[in-house]
């Protein structure tokens, strides 16, 4: 399955590419509804977020969040 490129934000408020989500997560987009939903690898929903198409986006809600890559942790900061 093609993800669809946007963006979403993760549970500790950073930005994520929904092509680049990490965590080795499975990415669902729905742009009809605006949803993004992550799965773990045994298909236990993990995470749901608003999906937004570009930055530009994002900014226009008012929205402040520091991009990250796949590589960044999902944990707390305390646990990485």
């Given at each position: 399955?093609?993800v669809?490129p946007?963006?979403?934000i993760d549970?500790?408020?950073?930005?994520?590419?929904?092509e680049d989500?990490?965590?080795?997560?499975?990415?669902?987009?729905?742009?009809?509804?605006?949803?993004?939903?992550?799965y773990?690898?045994?298909g236990?929903?993990?995470h749901?977020?608003?999906?937004y198409?570009?930055?530009e986006?994002?900014?226009?809600?008012?929205?402040?969040a520091?991009?990250?890559?796949?590589?960044?942790p999902?944990g707390?900061?305390n646990?990485?």
């Amino acid at each position: 399955m093609a993800v669809v490129p946007g963006f979403f934000i993760d549970w500790n408020g950073k930005a994520r590419r929904t092509e680049d989500a990490g965590g080795d997560f499975v990415v669902e987009v729905d742009t009809a509804s605006r949803y993004v939903a992550l799965y773990n690898k045994n298909g236990t929903l993990m995470h749901e977020a608003t999906y937004y198409k570009t930055l530009e986006e994002l900014a226009k809600k008012g929205i402040k969040a520091e991009l990250v890559d796949g590589t960044t942790p999902w944990g707390m900061k305390n646990e990485w």
